[in-house]
């Protein structure tokens, strides 16, 4: 049978101590809750960014386009900058002579989408890693491989990305 607190012990327990104690009671099993539950579950909640990152680095297969993808107008890619297309995880760039190159935009470090871009900066959210979006060599670690280079091509005033968009075809 279960013992009950002393009386000094209850007295402490209904006074000011009570709340922090039942936040942290709540706080830890919610913590248990979600260390233990399965990772297919919170995919959906987390979105992409748990789906994509992963502990052996690289990309993962569905986190960049397996066929041509339409990204845009031609014209949104100015000469000397790059788009960061978030909805297809692709960067492209633009040269100062016109040429167009793509990249895969999930780092190559933890495999998380790169979600933001200062200028021809990416940066990735997870661990701090950046990239040059017109070469996609890596600019600072902890990544140390550069993205996947993409085949590009401008297309009927479209931007065209993916396997099969190879600028002779």
Do not use: Q, W
Request: charged fraction near 15%; hydrophobic fraction near 40%; glycine fraction near 10%.
């Amino acid at each position: 049978m279960p013992r009950r607190p002393s009386a000094s012990r209850r007295t402490v327990l209904r006074g000011a101590t009570l709340a922090p104690t039942v936040a942290l009671a709540r706080t830890v099993a919610l913590a248990r809750t979600v260390a233990l539950a399965p990772t297919a579950a919170l995919a959906p909640a987390a979105g992409l960014g748990l789906v994509a990152c992963s502990s052996t680095g690289g990309t993962t297969p569905l986190a960049t386009p397996t066929a041509p993808v339409e990204l845009g107008a031609d014209g949104e890619v100015a000469k000397g900058s790059a788009k960061l297309y978030r909805d297809h995880n692709v960067v492209v760039s633009r040269s100062g002579s016109g040429e167009l190159k793509a990249y895969s935009s999930i780092c190559t470090h933890a495999g998380c989408p790169v979600n933001k871009l200062d200028g021809t900066t990416l940066i990735c959210p997870c661990h701090g890693s950046e990239f040059d979006a017109t070469t996609g060599e890596v600019l600072r670690e902890p990544a140390t491989v550069p993205l996947n280079e993409l085949p590009v091509k401008a297309e009927n005033g479209r931007i065209v990305a993916g396997p099969g968009a190879d600028p002779g075809t």
